[in-house]
């Protein structure tokens, strides 16, 4: 079954199910039931969501809250883009005004507030000041997200009005709904979460994203809020989570553009008996659990890549360098020619290796070979003969992994790509109108 076949009124829970099941989560976690997470409790102990329509998206809830009933240790890592989004900024700044102590985030979907100069930045605060006093906290304890179309002022009366109904049901909103109230052109929400077992008893740790098209993280148009009732400070919780990003965010891509608005949020409740430490055992079992959640997250992004019917892992090995292997992965997963050979089931493996010779890491390209799978596709000394057969059988699959040694040392890497389709330019072609 191709990932876009799924029924429509099931496609999350057909998807994240289905990602679910072939995923090797680390020891001492467990997954939550995704049905019964629906209908029970979600979010960790402490953090509640809400969500309201603003009239950005027409008949759409697109406006999102997520709230700490006490202040809680915020990590956070954002878009390089030159071209950084208004709320990106704000964030930034509550940040290091509040000392990374954050209480709520605020996102609304359909306009990213982006390219909108000094208008953008008073809407982005007066958006933060409104939740704040709706919450009775403090401004510089909110953090603002937004997504959507870049270069368009949002509709600052419509907001405002969606925010005074905030409050009202930050205890009724489900994790499927709190993820579909942040998406745009992705086709189904995606959110899961993780019991963890620590020494001190179970944390939970639960995160939802969005993202579809303009996905090339540098920390694309990508967004992730997790939360977690451990306790853990914010120097080592900041640690977590940069590793955690390029593990997992920084190894995806859908057509190779980053965002202006890219962010990824973790917070940390402060009031948990379940505190984490430095160097612990714990630490390391919920970094594990972390990182999973995270590369789960990111792959969920990936599946549903605009226009996509093929979730693939690049994996290259016996580069020069982790950097060398970086390089040639992203690259051959960006490749608008390796993307378009996925996608007519093509086992065209100079696609492959032309893109790694162009990416800069250094090799000699007669050590290549390529897999697909466990088929042998290219051996050193570009020596190739396979089935056809077999090859097709194997790129007719949903998911499937090509792995790409450039035989010259011990340096790995691995970037999660999709399939570029016609439906991208559709989709793309009219996004703004």
């Not at 997790?226 to 400070?233: G, M, N, P, S």
Request: charged share 20%; glycine share 8%.
């Amino acid at each position: 079954m191709k990932l876009t076949d799924y029924s429509k009124g099931h496609k999350a829970v057909s998807a994240i199910n289905t990602l679910a099941a072939e995923t090797v989560w680390p020891e001492h976690t467990t997954p939550l039931n995704i049905r019964e997470a629906e209908k029970k409790q979600f979010w960790p102990k402490g953090f509640s969501a809400g969500t309201a329509h603003a009239g950005i998206k027409q008949g759409k809830k697109d406006l999102l809250i997520i709230k700490s009933d006490e202040p809680s240790q915020a990590a956070a890592v954002f878009t390089k883009n030159l071209c950084c989004a208004a709320p990106v900024v704000v964030s930034k700044e509550h940040l290091e005004q509040s000392g990374s102590s954050i209480r709520a985030i605020i996102c609304n979907s359909g306009n990213a507030n982006a390219a909108t100069g000094e208008k953008g930045l008073i809407d982005a605060r007066t958006t933060v000041e409104k939740t704040a006093c709706i919450l009775g906290i403090a401004p510089q304890e909110v953090l603002v997200a937004s997504t959507g179309v870049i270069g368009t002022l949002l509709p600052m009366g419509k907001i405002n009005s969606a925010i005074d109904s905030l409050s009202a049901v930050l205890f009724e909103t489900s994790c499927r709904k709190a993820a579909e109230a942040i998406m745009t052109t992705d086709t189904f929400p995606k959110y899961f979460g993780l019991d963890i077992a620590l020494s001190t008893g179970i944390v939970r740790l639960s995160g939802i994203a969005k993202g579809s098209g303009m996905i090339c993280p540098d920390m694309a148009t990508m967004l992730a809020f997790l939360v977690t009732d451990a306790r853990i400070e914010q120097k080592l919780l900041q640690e977590m989570l940069s590793k955690a990003n390029e593990k997992s965010f920084n190894t995806i891509t859908v057509d190779g553009d980053t965002s202006t608005n890219d962010m990824a949020v973790l917070l940390s409740g402060s009031s948990s008996n379940n505190r984490i430490l430095p160097g612990s055992r714990d630490a390391r079992i919920f970094y594990d659990a972390l990182e999973g959640l995270m590369t789960f997250l990111a792959r969920l992004i990936v599946m549903d890549g605009e226009g996509a019917s093929k979730l693939v892992k690049i994996q290259v090995e016996g580069a020069a360098t982790d950097l060398d292997a970086r390089k040639a992965a992203r690259t051959i997963a960006n490749s608008s020619l390796v993307k378009t050979a996925l996608h007519g089931e093509d086992a065209n493996w100079g696609r492959i290796i032309a893109a790694a010779g162009r990416s800069g890491a250094v090799f000699n390209p007669e050590n290549v070979s390529i897999q697909f799978e466990d088929l042998v596709i290219l051996q050193p000394g570009y020596l190739s003969d396979f089935s056809e057969d077999d090859a097709k059988k194997i790129l007719c699959r949903n998911s499937y992994t090509i792995i790409v040694s450039l035989g010259d040392g011990e340096g790995s890497a691995v970037v999660h790509t999709c399939d570029l389709s016609k439906e991208y330019i559709e989709i793309n072609g009219s996004y703004r109108t």
